[in-house]
């Protein structure tokens, strides 16, 4: 079956560092590859997403490529600021017949503190 | 536009004893989702309602869970009894449409079962 695996964290930064969550997934045929925050206190919210291979997503100063070859979609960003401390999770949505493609695979989520 | 609620945000209840989480959608979106995060693990999808029927109840864990959608507008998720393990947070979602549509989550409920 489907499954994501991300860097677990606690990831702990300085303001304008530089910020790397790395995601791996496997599925079978051509998924669409999501990366979702939840500020504290808040829901789940669509960070970006990219739904073929090559492409790149990108919000909010964050970027993520997805690359078929090493089924990856890390998460980047160049300079963090304290407003992005969170938790961020990848996830995945299949294609497979049947219509089932409404379901999202997460990976456990990676807490970010940025401190000023 | 107001987006999805959940109610309570944090409940804590013994062993054995029942609880209800409730889920209000965006209101016009048809499919409304249910998926759960237990302490380190995963978010993992339990059941997907189109309106007022359960098109897809495969994650639910076991039955002592059970999902209601009367109405096709706000949906219920009754645990009873509960155990240790139901632990977690529970998140909705909703989506005006299902298979390619964005899902828009709720603040989830955190669920303590002591």
């Known amino acids: 079956g489907n499954s994501v695996t991300q860097m677990e964290g606690p990831v702990t930064l300085s303001e304008e560092a530089f910020l790397t969550i790395n995601c791996t997934y496997t599925?079978?045929?051509?998924?669409?590859l999501f990366w979702y925050v939840q500020y504290p206190g808040e829901g789940l919210q669509l960070l970006l997403k990219?739904?073929?291979?090559?492409d790149k997503g990108s919000n909010k100063g964050f970027e993520a490529t997805y690359r078929k070859e090493t089924t990856s979609f890390h998460l980047e960003k160049g300079s963090v600021q304290v407003s992005d401390s969170a938790v961020y999770f990848c996830?995945?949505?299949?294609?497979?017949?049947?219509?089932?493609?409404?379901?999202?695979?997460f990976g456990k989520g990676t807490l970010l503190t940025v401190n000023p | 536009e107001a987006g999805v609620t959940q109610f309570p945000s944090h409940s804590v209840i013994e062993k054995g004893q029942t609880v209800t989480l409730r889920c209000d959608p965006i209101?016009?979106?048809?499919?409304l989702y249910w998926y759960r995060r237990v302490m380190g693990k995963e978010i993992k999808f339990l059941l997907h309602?189109?309106?007022?029927?359960?098109?897809?109840e495969s994650g639910m864990p076991n039955n002592r869970f059970l999902a209601e959608r009367t109405g096709g507008t706000y949906s219920t998720l009754k645990v009873q009894p509960a155990e240790l393990e139901d632990s977690g947070v529970y998140f909705c979602?909703?989506?005006?449409?299902?298979?390619?549509?964005?899902?828009?989550f709720g603040p989830g409920t955190r669920l303590t079962v002591l």
């Open positions: 996830a995945l949505r299949g294609t497979n017949s049947g219509g089932s493609n409404y379901k999202l695979t």
């Open positions: 209101s016009g979106h048809d499919n």
């Open positions: 599925a079978t045929g051509y998924p669409s």
């Open positions: 990219a739904t073929k291979a090559d």
């Open positions: 979602a909703s989506s005006l449409r299902g298979g390619w549509d964005e899902q828009f």
């Open positions: 309602f189109v309106k007022e029927s359960k098109q897809d």
